[in-house]
């Protein structure tokens, strides 16, 4: 039997304004996709109405994958190449919503001989062109491990490069695409800071589904080592009954913890709330704690396989 949501998830979030329905009528026109609207996020009226930020996703809608947590629909993508004009309408909408803060993610693209990366670089490089001013993080795939993939992302300059864990380690098979792979998720993020030790990384992971304290811990243990600067922890919620069912909700104070642990190890940033996303409120975590902070990247650290 599922489990009724608890209080804590049940509050209401913010309300729709002016802002949200500007960003909706946006997307429209410029035929974009948002990963808030495909995967279904909690929280995305709120961060369309209240920050000048926006999480877009490239590579069209279906991914070549399939993680069991994931609302984003899965399959052979109708396109067999990227749509080139995608890069410049992009631009074009940052440039619209005057964007302080933009978030391009994507689905899996195993099918493409690079990944799409050479797709993500293009639409790194349109936003840089456009509105030179917005800062850009990509929330990206691992692009079945491959260095050359990678090297075209950090090339294009972004400003973060974000790559989610998802979960612990016990349960990414259970999880996860047996694509993704727990050892190859953290060599990415550490592949970033080997080609360029001045950008930023970030990473998240879901509670909920019946992991321990300690693995949490081993993990962000593990993305430390990785030298992964921000964090994000959020609450699984599940998308529909096709999906597996919330093995806990996870209380406030236990997302408190996590966070105290994760800033005593090192994090520069650590977000841990239960509606907590890995792009919920970006430019706040990055501009206010890293920006105006004068932060820099970290560099320690390196992941080997057990």
Same mark, same amino acid.
């Given at each position: 039997m599922a489990q %009724?949501?608890?209080?804590?998830? !049940? @509050?209401?979030l913010s309300g729709v304004d002016r802002q949200h329905h500007a960003v909706s009528e946006t997307i429209e026109d410029q035929s974009l996709t948002t990963v808030c609207e495909e995967a279904s996020c909690p929280n995305r009226e709120e961060c369309w109405a209240q920050e000048r930020t926006a999480s877009f996703m490239i590579l069209g809608d279906t991914c070549t994958r399939n993680c069991d947590f994931c $609302? #984003? %629909?899965?399959?052979?993508p109708a396109a067999d190449t990227p749509d080139p004009g995608e890069p410049d309408? &992009? /631009?074009a909408a940052v440039d619209d919503l005057d964007l302080d803060y933009v978030v391009v993610t994507s689905v $899996?693209? $195993? @099918? &493409?001989?690079d990944g799409g990366a050479g797709h993500f670089a293009a639409c790194i490089e349109a936003i840089r062109e456009v509105t030179p001013e917005t800062t850009i993080e990509v929330l990206i795939p691992d692009f079945a491990g491959s260095t050359p993939a990678l090297r075209k992302i950090v090339r /294009?300059?972004?400003d973060v490069i974000g790559h989610n864990l998802e979960t612990i380690r !016990? &349960?990414?098979?259970?999880?996860r695409d047996p694509r993704a792979a727990y050892y190859q998720s953290l060599s990415v993020l550490e592949g970033v800071k080997k080609l360029d030790s001045e950008i930023f990384t970030k990473s998240s992971l879901m509670v909920g589904f019946g992991e321990h304290e300690a693995e949490m811990k081993a993990a962000m $243990?593990? &993305? !430390?080592g990785a030298a992964v600067d921000f964090l994000t922890i959020g609450q699984y919620l599940r998308p529909s009954n096709d999906h597996p069912a919330v093995e806990s909700y996870v209380p406030p104070q236990q997302f408190a913890a996590y966070q105290e642990y994760g800033e005593s190890v090192g994090f520069q940033y650590v977000a841990s709330a239960p509606t #907590? !996303?890995?792009?919920?409120r970006a430019g706040e975590l990055f501009v206010e704690n890293a920006m105006e902070s004068g932060l820099e990247p970290d560099q320690l650290g390196s992941v080997s396989d057990p």
């Open positions: %009724p949501k608890p209080e804590w998830i !049940r @509050d209401s $609302d #984003v %629909p899965s399959g052979k309408r &992009l /631009a $899996d693209r $195993d @099918d &493409l001989p /294009a300059g972004p !016990r &349960l990414q098979g259970e999880i $243990d593990d &993305l !430390r #907590v !996303r890995s792009s919920y």
